[in-house]
T-cell receptor, first 114, second 110 residues
Framework: KAGVTQTPRYLIKTRGQQVTLSCSPISGHRSVSWYQQTPGQGLQFLFEYFSETQRNKGNFPGRFSGRQFSNSRSEMNVSTLELGDSALYLC?????????????FGPGTRLLVL | LAKTTQPISMDSYEGQEVNITCSHNNIATNDYITWYQQFPSQGPRFIIQGYKTKVTNEVASLFIPADRKSSTLSLPRVSLSDTAVYYCLVGALGTDKLIFGTGTRLQVFP
């Protein structure tokens, strides 16, 4: 079974631009969560989508948004990029209610904002 | 929200047992404790999860005392390939109450 895939793997943007990151979950997984990882703040939860609806949201500004499609693929968008948005963005998928309640992470998209 | 703290780094030698502790004083009743391993340029990989007492799988054991304010990941007989960063995660999946620890960088020497 293929794992979680994220595209692109690397991205360079400039301040003020916007960016869209994509995540394809493990087949059959209906929940996709997004995380931001930085050296200073560590791993922080952004939001979770399930059945095309945002279920939970972490403490991030409204510039960070996402959506989920009917095939469970998810996109994350960051508008008006700031230097501090440079980070590794990870998505994780899971199948709520499964025998092992855990999530599987993709390799991440490394975003550099100049 | 549970704040989680871990040692920044640990060193070990091949074949030794390594114990990494995570402190989470404000853990909530419905929070689980999950440990992940992360290699450079990869996403975290699930190691083990528990709620209380002891859990063991083929790669690790997880010890959680009765008050659940801490947890200890035990890696038996580490090898060079266990060199990685280890994170504890406290919270319940499906909620917004997910707190990762600061991560422990484990270096295994030959």
């Amino acid at each position: 079974k293929a794992g979680v895939t994220q595209t692109p793997r690397y991205l360079i943007k400039t301040r003020g631009q916007q960016v869209t990151l994509s995540c394809s979950p493990i087949s059959g997984h209906r929940s996709v969560s997004w995380y931001q990882q930085t050296p200073g703040q560590g791993l922080q939860f952004l939001f979770e989508y399930f059945s095309e609806t945002q279920r939970n949201k972490g403490n991030f500004p409204g510039r960070f948004s996402g959506r989920q499609f009917s095939n469970s693929r998810s996109e994350m968008n960051v508008s008006t990029l700031e230097l501090g948005d440079s980070a590794l963005y990870l998505c994780a998928s899971r199948n709520p209610g499964g025998p092992l309640e855990t999530q599987y992470f993709g390799p991440g998209t490394r975003l550099l904002v100049l | 929200l549970a704040k989680t703290t871990q040692p920044i780094s640990m060193d070990s030698y091949e074949g030794q047992e390594v114990n990494i502790t995570c402190s989470h004083n404000n853990i909530a009743t419905n929070d689980y404790i999950t440990w992940y391993q992360q290699f450079p340029s990869q996403g975290p990989r699930f190691i083990i999860q528990g709620y209380k007492t002891k859990v063991t799988n083929e790669v690790a054991s997880l010890f959680i005392p009765a008050d659940r304010k801490s947890s200890t990941l035990s890696l038996p007989r580490v090898s060079l390939s266990d060199t990685a960063v280890y994170y504890c995660l406290v919270g319940a999946l499906g909620t917004d109450k997910l707190i990762f620890g600061t991560g422990t960088r484990l270096q295994v020497f030959p």
